[in-house]
Structures are given as C-alpha cells and as structure tokens.
C-alpha cells in the first residue's frame, strides 16, 4: 500500500510541473496588438464546367450537367498593423500544413506572424490550392485516413520516435504533442505545383511588395512565385524540400524539378534570399532515413546558394548550429526558441533594408 501510495504521489508531482511548465511556455504576450485592418480573400483560382443544361426545377441532390465548380485558389487571412512598414510579409506553408503552421505553436505560444505583426509588418496568411480554407478543387484525389503521426514525429527531426532528440526544442508534454498532430491536414485534391504557383502570384497581385516566407514543400513553388511575380521583394525559406537550378545545372536527387531557362533563374539573383536549417542533421550517412534525406537536402541548399551567387545572386544559408542555436525542428518558426529565431530574421531583414 506504502508503494502504491508513494507512485501515486510521485504521478501527481510529475503531473503538477507538466502543467506549471506548460503554463509557464503559454504565458501569453500581454502588449495589446493594434490592428488597422484585416480580412479574407481568395486569390488566383480556376473555373471548370460540366457539358449539358443545368435545371433549377430539379432536386437539388440530383446530380445535372451545365454547371461549374470554383477552385483551385489560395485562400488568405490577413492582417495589417498601425503604421505597417513598406514590405508585407506573405506565409506558405509545408506539406501537410495549413497556414496554422505559423499562427501558433504546439505548446499555444503566439506563432510568427503575430510576432512579425508586433514588429510592424503586415501578414498574409495561406492556405494552398487544396488545403485548409482553399479545399475547393477541380481535380479530385483519395484522401487517406492511415496512421502515420510517427512517421512526421521522426521526418520533422522531433527525434527517432519514440525518443526525443537530446536537448530538443520541442515541448515534451502530451498535451503539446498532440495539438501538432492536430495540426495536420490533408489535400483535398489533386493540385500541381503551377496551380500553387499561380494561387501565389495573384496573393502578391493583391498584397503588393513583400517578403516570402516558405516551409518545407513551400520552398519550390516559392522559388517559382519570385520568377513569376515581380512583388516578392526578398525569400525567408525555412528548410526547403527542394531548388530551382538553371537547365543543365541541376544536381542528381533534386526534389525541386527540372532545370527552368536561365532567364527565369536570374530573377532569383536579383532579390535578397536567406535559407534557414535546424538542428539534427548529420553530416555523414547514418542508418536513420529521415536523417539521411535532410543531410542530401541541405548539402544541395549549399550548393544551389553557390549556383545563384556565382550569377550575382545574393543568397545565405545558414545552419543554426553552426551559429550556436541548437536544438531546432523542421519547424523552427514553432520550436520554443521561435522568439530568438524570430529576432536573427529580424536581423537579417535589417542587414537588407527590408524593415522600412
């Protein structure tokens, strides 16, 4: 009965400092937010049509021809501050994402954009073609219901599960785990990556001038947005899945597509462009084949940065460790150092003249 009671007690305690140290990672930012405007809107988009003539008199659940379906379009919330600076800045997000990814944390802290928003930015945040808010599309696909929260736990380098990487900047407690988990969403339809590209250009069409954030597989159709719309001003990419090269310089295993024409390719020279990567990636072989895919990813970020630089580009890759902030995720703008890698791009946004 002693043990019992003993185990009973050392549950509870354990149980009461999750919950302190939960709370204490949640304390909220108490300076009010004061924003002038903010708002929904839809972005880029086609329009399909069924062959035949459409009924009104019919049964509404019957199914009829001459009709048309909206979709494959961004959707976008916004928000501008009072005395917004120049540049805006426009959030993609990851595979598996929605614009969530940068709202929030998993532990409830406030995510990037209302910590851009405090620093006088204004924010557009999307939702892809087939994702989230923007589900609407004109192509259909399977959506699955496997389990697969392990998988992401060791792909987003959290740890080799159920272990969690030593000195991670990853909340350890159930409740943090299960809202990222939460935080997953599927496509909805088939949608390629010019659709997104398009989706994008028309966000930019409609916000102006402004900086691109992208995550993960946000990275090439961001490459892509800044070759075809002339409003991205600089790219913030936070470890990118893949690159574009110039044809006939693309390097074996890219997952950023064939080579575009080097017209294209020198649009990415003209703009400032600074390539973020977390922790945990080895620099030989391992058995791990999460940990091998983000080591082939980051060695071709190195050598696609001296590829755009070598034509006059102006792009840094930069490996937190190397600049001593370790620990990080595949979310680094979520981790719960958010604020100090918040405070380097805020920094190197300076260094750019891109905070006026």
């Given at each position: 009965?002693?043990?019992?009671?003993?185990?009973?007690?050392?549950?509870?305690?354990?149980?009461?400092?999750s919950y302190i140290t939960l709370q204490a990672q949640q304390k909220p930012n108490t300076k009010p937010l004061i924003i002038a405007a903010q708002g929904t809107f839809s972005a880029g988009g086609t329009v399909v049509k069924s062959e035949g003539v459409f009924d009104p008199l019919k049964?509404?659940?019957?199914?009829?021809?001459?009709?048309?379906?909206?979709?494959?379009?961004?959707?976008?919330?916004?928000q501008i501050p009072q005395k917004a600076k120049h540049h805006s800045m426009v959030f993609l997000h990851g595979y598996g994402q929605t614009r969530r990814s940068?709202?929030?944390?998993?532990?409830?802290?406030?995510?990037?954009?209302?910590?851009?928003?405090?620093?006088?930015?204004?924010?557009?945040?999307?939702?892809?073609p087939g994702r989230g808010e923007a589900g609407q599309t004109t192509k259909p696909a399977q959506i699955t219901a496997i389990p697969?929260?392990?998988?992401?736990?060791?792909?987003?380098?959290?740890?080799?599960?159920?272990?969690?990487?030593?000195?991670?900047?990853?909340?350890?407690?159930?409740?943090?785990?299960?809202?990222?988990?939460?935080?997953?969403s599927p496509n909805t339809g088939s949608?390629?990556?010019?659709?997104?590209?398009?989706?994008m250009?028309?966000?930019?069409?409609?916000?102006?001038?402004g900086i691109l954030f992208t995550h993960s597989a946000g990275g090439a159709p961001g490459w892509k947005t800044a070759i075809k719309n002339d409003h991205v001003k600089a790219i913030v990419a936070i470890e990118p899945g893949g690159f574009a090269f110039p044809e006939g310089e693309v390097p074996e295993g890219n997952r950023g597509g064939r080579g575009i024409p080097l017209n294209e390719f020198m649009k990415l020279t003209k703009i400032p462009i600074?390539?973020?990567?977390?922790?945990?990636?080895?620099?030989?072989?391992?058995?791990?084949?999460?940990l091998n895919f983000w080591r082939k990813v980051l060695a071709t970020g190195r050598q696609w940065a001296k590829v755009v630089?070598?034509?006059?580009?102006?792009?840094?890759?930069?490996?937190?460790?190397?600049?001593?902030?370790?620990?990080?995720?595949?979310?680094?703008?979520?981790?719960?150092?958010?604020n100090e890698i918040a405070d380097v791009i805020t920094k190197w946004l300076k260094e750019k003249k891109l905070d006026k």
């Open positions: 009965m002693k043990r019992e009671l003993r185990n009973y007690a050392s549950a509870i305690l354990l149980l009461s400092l049964p509404w659940n019957l199914p009829q021809g001459g009709q048309t379906r909206h979709g494959d379009h961004a959707d976008v919330f916004y940068w709202q929030t944390t998993a532990d409830g802290r406030e995510g990037f954009s209302d910590q851009f928003l405090r620093k006088g930015y204004g924010v557009y945040l999307v939702d892809q697969d929260d392990q998988t992401w736990f060791t792909q987003f380098r959290i740890g080799l599960y159920p272990a969690f990487n030593e000195g991670v900047q990853f909340p350890k407690d159930s409740l943090s785990l299960d809202r990222f988990f939460r935080m997953m949608v390629d990556e010019t659709t997104i590209v398009n989706a250009s028309a966000v930019f069409d409609k916000s102006g001038d600074v390539v973020y990567f977390g922790d945990f990636i080895p620099k030989d072989e391992t058995n791990a084949a999460s630089n070598a034509h006059g580009g102006d792009v840094s890759i930069v490996h937190l460790p190397e600049i001593g902030i370790k620990g990080n995720t595949h979310f680094i703008m979520s981790d719960l150092n958010s």
